[in-house]
């Protein structure tokens, strides 16, 4: 019988891991600067949770969720984001009790039930940040900045803001009667999900990925049209901070989308995507918005928050994988001349790895296939230990990728063979 990953999973083998330790590390250097704080939650949650807080109605509840009953007869579901368990563990662990706003970010594996096609897995990762507890547009402003900072350290080519407002809850109502009459006139012209949506969630019509509804809302009403002077400032004073950053760095680029509205039914005011030079899905990095009435939908007090979701599969995409040049994961492979010397050999291979040289013993064959070991494996050294070796107190270490020489060092001088292994 042969195994096969999952459709729409994958492995991340050991090459890959240098690609992948610089984003996560891009990430979570950046949050910490921000005065970021690390949280995780469990990969599982009630379903209920995903249901009230993304939405009845949406891609991912509709159709997208990994959910099952327990042997207990609840209803589970893989999270497929993660800022609905945030928000739960924010208010059960009485966060909002502490001094606010409360900055978490948070990194791990999400799960949703999609198509696979290129840039959409069933099980990819996300790092993300939320700022709870503050309503001001300077934290949207913070949030976004984060987003840039991380995707400029990384160096990729082609990144552009697209922002909108949603604007409030009551400006919203207004807003999709308006959609409503708009879309009516086209209402024969729309596929079958689109007329689905029309019914459902009219504001996803916007979002569409089919072609005529794509062409039709081009001349669709504008939110910011119908929202609150209040919303409208809150977008404006954004916006000032947007043209301000783009003067001082004029790498950073940004456009008001009016047909930017997301996909979870959560956010309010701003919402925002970061997208790329790649076409498709592949090319849409990362998407974030403000979601103040969540906290309180899940039982907790009123309190404000916006945050963002970046694929880190899709900046891994981005990445230029030549260019990570292609560190060696071993400083020694050591050598055993004689097997006689194979217990002090674990000696020596004890001593190296407590002063963080990383080392190999190679594994039991002829020297000569001992040494094409520490060829294959890309070591950065063979040491060899022989009795000659060992009686003079000595190794003798060889050297695999640059110079091809071989030394001779005093064995208990650590600090030399560290400093020579570094070079
Ligand atoms: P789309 O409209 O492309 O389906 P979405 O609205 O479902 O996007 P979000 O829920 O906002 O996406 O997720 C935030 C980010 O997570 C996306 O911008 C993307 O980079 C990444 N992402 C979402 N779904 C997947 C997936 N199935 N595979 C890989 N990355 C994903
Ligand atoms: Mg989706």
């Not at 690609?19 to 009630?46: H, M, R």
């Not at 999709?176 to 086209?186: A, C, E, H, Q, S």
């Amino acid at each position: 019988m042969n195994y096969k990953a999952q459709r729409g999973t994958y492995d991340i083998l050991p090459k890959d891991e240098v690609i992948w330790n610089k984003v996560q590390k891009s990430c979570f250097e950046t949050a910490k600067l921000y005065g970021y704080q690390f949280i995780e939650t469990p990969l599982f949650e009630d379903s209920k949770l995903f249901e009230r807080t993304v939405g009845e109605s949406t891609d991912i509840v509709e159709k997208e969720m990994y959910s099952f009953t327990d042997k207990g007869g609840d209803s589970i579901s893989l999270r497929p984001e993660n800022t609905a368990g945030v928000c739960r563990a924010f208010i059960e662990n009485g966060l909002h009790n502490n001094t606010l706003p409360a900055r978490l970010f948070y990194y791990g594996p999400m799960f949703r039930y999609e198509r696979p096609q290129s840039g959409r897995y069933r099980q990819f990762h996300q790092f993300g940040v939320e700022c709870i507890g503050d309503s001001t547009f300077e934290t949207d402003y913070e949030v976004i900045d984060i987003a840039w900072k991380i995707l400029k350290n990384l160096d990729i080519k082609g990144i552009k803001l697209n922002i909108n407002s949603l604007g409030d809850k009551e400006d919203r109502e207004i807003y999709i009667g308006k959609l409503k009459d708009y879309f009516k006139n086209y209402i024969n012209d729309l596929p079958k999900v689109d007329k689905l949506r029309f019914e459902r969630s009219p504001l996803r019509l916007l979002d569409s990925k089919e072609e005529i509804t794509i062409k039709i809302s081009e001349d669709a009403p504008k939110t910011l049209d119908y929202i609150s002077s209040e919303s409208k400032e809150h977008h404006e004073n954004l916006i000032q901070k947007l043209e301000k950053l783009n003067s001082m760095d004029s790498s950073f680029n940004y456009e008001v989308n009016h047909k930017l509205v997301r996909g979870l039914d959560y956010y309010n005011r701003t919402v925002f995507e970061y997208t790329s030079n790649s076409l498709g899905p592949q090319g849409v990095i990362l998407g974030g918005g403000r979601y103040d009435p969540l906290i309180k939908i899940l039982g907790g007090p009123e309190t404000p928050a916006v945050g963002f979701a970046m694929g880190i599969e899709r900046v891994v995409n981005e990445l230029n994988k030549n260019e990570v040049e292609n560190n060696s994961h071993i400083d020694a492979v050591l050598i055993i001349v004689d097997e006689d010397l194979r217990m002090i050999s674990q000696e020596i291979a004890n001593d190296f790895r407590e002063n963080k040289i990383k080392t190999i013993i190679a594994p039991k064959k002829s020297i000569k296939a001992q040494m094409r070991f520490a060829n294959n494996i890309n070591s950065k050294s063979a040491i060899f230990i022989g009795k000659n070796e060992i009686e003079n107190n000595k190794i003798s270490v060889k050297f695999l990728q640059s110079s091809r020489e071989q030394i001779e060092i005093d064995r208990n001088n650590i600090e030399e063979i560290k400093a020579v292994l570094n070079n």
